[in-house]
T-cell receptor, first 118, second 111 residues
Framework: DGGITQSPKYLFRKEGQNVTLSCEQN?????MYWYRQDPGQGLRLIYY???????QKGDIAEGYSVSREKKESFPLTVTSAQKNPTAFYLC?????????????????FGEGSRLTVL | SQKIEQNSEALNIQEGKTATLTCNYT??????LQWYRQDPGRGPVFLLL?????KEKRKERLKVTFDTTLKQSLFHITASQPADSATYLC??????????FGDGTTLTVKP
């Protein structure tokens, strides 16, 4: 089945450690995104990539890094510079924005990775 | 910067009634607006999109309106069911490829 796979589902990290969250999609989508969600809040954009080997910072990129070496993969590294990394992280992909008629710009989300810093 | 407000954190209604959720935004006008459903511990699932030149969109029991003068979208679920209980998020795309989400409204439909 086509979709987005995030791993791990749960992750615990000690302060000062870097961790990498995996995101793989087999939907042949060009665009991929990383969002962060805190309890009772909406999604905030960390990074996004509209094409391989290119990515842009979102609204809260500080303390995070990404790479886009393959169309299918968009891993997110939470570095020790991120002051409050405990959160629910969501990866998404889309064909493109909704600029073209008939395209909904729908974001397809993975099941999320919950990171807890001990 | 863009700001999105969804009417309330929680909405409780009786089964069979119509649920109405609100999404208000400030500053720039988005090209389109989307509504998503999110269940606890899961990723959001896309429901509907409405473009700036559309007034209303329907899909089964769902109806979305978009008033660019009021800078507001309304999301209606008619004949609500307990299975409709979830958090509903609105998202606006202001810049190509970059969607901004509201904080969501948690709907509870009581039998």
């Amino acid at each position: 089945d086509g979709g987005i796979t995030q791993s791990p589902k749960y992750l615990f990290r000690k302060e000062g450690q870097n961790v990498t969250l995996s995101c793989e999609q087999n939907l042949n989508h060009d665009a991929m995104y990383w969002y962060r969600q805190d309890p009772g809040q909406g999604l905030r954009l960390i990074y996004y990539s509209q094409i391989v080997n290119d990515f842009q910072k979102g609204d809260i990129a500080e303390g995070y890094s990404v790479s886009r070496e393959k169309k299918e993969s968009f891993p997110l590294t939470v570095t020790s510079a991120q002051k409050n990394p405990t959160a629910f992280y969501l990866c998404a992909s889309s064909i493109a924005g909704a600029g073209a008629r008939g395209n909904t710009g729908e974001l397809f989300f993975g099941e999320g990775s919950r990171l807890t810093v001990l | 910067s863009q700001k999105i407000e969804q009417n309330s954190e929680a909405l409780n209604i009786q089964e069979g009634k119509t649920a109405t959720l609100t999404c208000n935004y400030t500053n720039y006008s988005p090209a389109y607006l989307q509504w998503y459903r999110q269940d606890p511990g899961r990723g959001p699932v896309f429901l509907l999109l409405i473009r700036e030149n559309e007034k209303e969109k329907r899909k089964e029991r769902l109806k979305v309106t978009f008033d660019t003068t009021l800078k507001q979208s309304l999301f209606h679920i008619t004949a609500s069911q307990p299975a409709d209980s979830a958090t509903y998020l609105c998202a606006l795309e202001f810049n190509a490829g970059k969607s901004t989400f509201g904080d969501g409204t948690t709907l509870t439909v009581k039998p």
